[in-house]
């Protein structure tokens, strides 16, 4: 997991963005991706007069540990981290690649293990990424309806990226990849302003009470 600060201003006017990216290989598109709507989001709060805070979590570091939490329900204490880190934002962005058309099993499992009403509200945008256009529209018929499962606040618009999207002069019949990634980032933007601040949350309070494990499947 790597962490990206950017220097504080006013206090009332800060907020804290999470960009969590399931791509499996280094380098990633799917980082690449992440950092791109990280980086314009971050410029059009700023336009806004709020400073952000940007944590991104690499999945691919924390594989292991969300294995281990699916089996024995206790996060270890880089994933314990991560969650709380996702519970307390103000705002979320989540890429994965696309396999076998829908998003990773990592990215999945990852989302499993997260409290059923982490992102409750929470201003989400959605990306992915494949190597064809013609896997465009998982966000729409996988990623969409299972962040709104969470009753999460998903932005209107979307990024997906194909491999021809990071071509120069990509194809005239699509709006051109730089263009959807700042009208998406304008989106989350404007709903994590809007919204009040989240409370810090304690590394340990994303972890599943006794109840709630003897109570699972």
């Known amino acids: 997991m790597s962490i990206n600060g950017l220097p504080g201003g006013n206090m009332s006017q800060e907020r804290s963005l999470v960009v969590v990216s399931s ?5 990633s598109s799917t980082r690449l991706l992440a950092d791109r709507i990280a980086a314009a989001t971050v410029e059009e709060l700023a ?3 709020v400073t952000a805070r940007v944590t991104t979590i690499e999945l691919r570091d924390l594989a292991h540990e969300v ?5 024995t329900g206790f996060a270890s204490g880089p994933l314990a981290d991560a969650l709380a880190k996702v519970s307390a934002a103000d705002g979320l962005v989540v890429v994965t690649p696309v396999f076998t058309a829908s998003y990773s099993g990592l990215f999945k499992s990852f989302v499993d293990v997260l409290d059923k009403d982490a992102l409750a509200s929470m201003p989400v945008l959605l990306g992915a990424t494949g190597g064809t256009g013609r896997h465009s529209l998982v966000l729409e018929y996988a990623l969409r ?4 499962y969470l009753h999460a606040d998903v932005v209107g618009t979307g990024v997906y990226a194909a491999t021809d999207d990071w071509a120069d ?3 005239d019949d699509v709006r051109p990849l730089p ?3 700042r009208r998406a980032a304008r989106e989350l933007a404007e709903a994590v302003a809007d919204r009040e601040p989240a409370k810090p949350v304690g590394l340990y309070e994303a972890v599943p009470s006794f109840d709630q494990l003897l109570g699972s499947d």
């Open 23 to 27: 791509g499996v290989s280094q380098p």
């Open 47 to 49: 336009a806004r007069g």
């Open 67 to 71: 294995v281990n939490m699916t089996l």
């Open 145 to 148: 309806p299972l962040f709104g």
């Open 169 to 171: 002069g990509a194809g």
């Open 179 to 181: 263009e959807r990634i």
